[in-house]
């Protein structure tokens, strides 16, 4: 092959490759929560029901490796609320819960607490204060805090703490909470 035609052959792949960078779609902050769960817009094949009420709790127990990075799982949540909220479910039919336990109850600190234990300013604040505004429960093990040490008197404004994570779930799903699989 030619110079002059790899050369073709080269831009030729760089320009398919660009196109596929700009057609991707950018996620959208909201419409209900604005410090995380970022959603894409979707015209989905499999309808998801307006009427449905959605009422899911999601299990948090692992924490992000450095202590400057927001849990994955509650920007999950956000997510999801965001998602459905885009689609056009109304708000009062989602419904979210989140139990915490493990590694991740230190996610649920208030800022001076989570100074302390990482020396630096908790991530998951914001979001975390964000969604409960939005009427998610944020539910923490209480036999996690017992045995890890967490302060329950220096958590989060308006985290709650249960007598287990188990124990939560089970109340959770006596009230029509389906459990999130991942």
Known sequence: MSRRSSFAVA???????????????????????QSGGAVFAVEPTFKTPLDLEYKVAFEVATT?????QLNV????????????AQAGVPRE???????????????????????EHTGGANPNTALLQELMAAGTKVILCGQTAASRG?????????????????????????????????
């Open 150 to 182: 967490v302060p329950t008197d220096r958590l989060a404004e308006g985290v709650d703490v249960a007598l287990s994570a188990m124990t939560a779930f089970v109340i959770l799903q006596e009230n029509g909470y389906r459990v999130n699989p991942w």
């Open 73 to 84: 799982t509650f920007n999950s949540v956000a997510r999801f609320i965001n998602m459905h």
């Open 64 to 68: 992000p490796d450095a202590a400057d």
């Open 11 to 33: 831009l030729a792949l760089f320009a398919l490759s660009t196109y596929g960078i700009e057609a991707q779609q950018q996620a959208q902050a909201g419409p209900v929560i």
């Open 93 to 115: 039919h989602i419904r979210t819960a989140i139990v915490v336990h493990g590694p991740a109850a230190w996610d649920l600190l208030n800022d001076a607490a989570y100074q």
